[in-house]
């Protein structure tokens, strides 16, 4: 293999190690790799075509939520997971979704089936940086969970193992509800006192 082509790879895999595997089309043709030769490389099975403008490299061996960094991509970077999403990549409780649920800000336009959108200006302060995905932080992501009036006893179980886990303190939960949403400080609440009174 040419010196040239040995380096296209190189740091297109160098990219793509920190998207989860994934890389935009936009993204290769940045880095040397021409509409043409993109179609090659999916042709020859070097790389998986995962939606229009977007592929994985194919020998890519996914780790546990590298799949987020996709979304990361599709909303060219303005989404963050969260909700649901966030609280499986945190490790907290048990709410399940089939849609990976992201916030964008509220002039975001764009769409996906497999996608739920909460629209909402997030502060750096609620935003955690992971490989290739940007997370709500715990707090917020229970804060999130909290606004759409949840199973109160899922959310106090929630909110007790993120306690355990020492990702949040139950002050700072109540106090940053209060600040973000009336609804969600009033559940919030509510799963406090279930998790003092257990």
Same mark, same amino acid.
């Given at each position: 293999m040419p010196a040239a082509r040995r380096d296209l790879r190189r740091r297109l895999f160098s990219? /793509? %190690?920190?998207?989860? =595997?994934?890389?935009? /089309? $936009?993204?290769?043709k940045k880095i040397g790799y021409s509409y043409q030769a993109q179609a090659?490389?999916? =042709?020859?099975?070097? &790389?998986?075509r995962i939606d229009r403008?977007?592929?994985?490299? $194919?020998? &890519?061996?996914?780790?546990?939520? #590298? #799949?987020? $960094?996709? &979304? *990361?991509?599709w909303s060219r970077g303005r989404g963050v997971v969260s909700h649901e999403t966030a609280l499986s990549v945190h490790g907290i409780g048990e709410f399940e979704s089939a849609r990976v649920h992201l916030t964008v800000p509220p002039e975001f336009t764009k769409r996906h089936d497999a996608v739920?959108?909460?629209?909402a200006e997030l502060v750096d302060a609620d935003v955690l940086e992971h490989t290739g995905f940007r997370v709500t932080t715990p707090l917020r992501s229970l804060i999130d969970i909290a606004a759409g009036a949840p199973d109160e006893d899922q959310? *106090?179980?929630?909110?007790? +193992? %993120?306690?355990?886990?020492?990702?949040?303190?139950?002050?700072?939960?109540?106090?940053?509800? +209060?600040?973000? #949403? *009336?609804?969600? *400080?009033?559940?919030? +609440?509510?799963?406090?006192?279930?998790? +003092? %009174?257990?």
């Amino acid at each position: 293999m040419p010196a040239a082509r040995r380096d296209l790879r190189r740091r297109l895999f160098s990219l /793509a %190690a920190g998207q989860g =595997g994934y890389f935009s /089309a $936009a993204q290769a043709k940045k880095i040397g790799y021409s509409y043409q030769a993109q179609a090659h490389h999916v =042709g020859a099975g070097n &790389w998986l075509r995962i939606d229009r403008g977007l592929f994985r490299l $194919a020998e &890519w061996v996914p780790g546990l939520h #590298d #799949d987020l $960094a996709r &979304w *990361a991509l599709w909303s060219r970077g303005r989404g963050v997971v969260s909700h649901e999403t966030a609280l499986s990549v945190h490790g907290i409780g048990e709410f399940e979704s089939a849609r990976v649920h992201l916030t964008v800000p509220p002039e975001f336009t764009k769409r996906h089936d497999a996608v739920t959108l909460h629209r909402a200006e997030l502060v750096d302060a609620d935003v955690l940086e992971h490989t290739g995905f940007r997370v709500t932080t715990p707090l917020r992501s229970l804060i999130d969970i909290a606004a759409g009036a949840p199973d109160e006893d899922q959310l *106090a179980r929630a909110v007790e +193992e %993120a306690r355990m886990s020492g990702l949040v303190t139950l002050r700072r939960l109540r106090s940053r509800s +209060e600040m973000v #949403d *009336a609804t969600a *400080a009033l559940h919030i +609440e509510r799963a406090i006192q279930r998790v +003092e %009174a257990s």
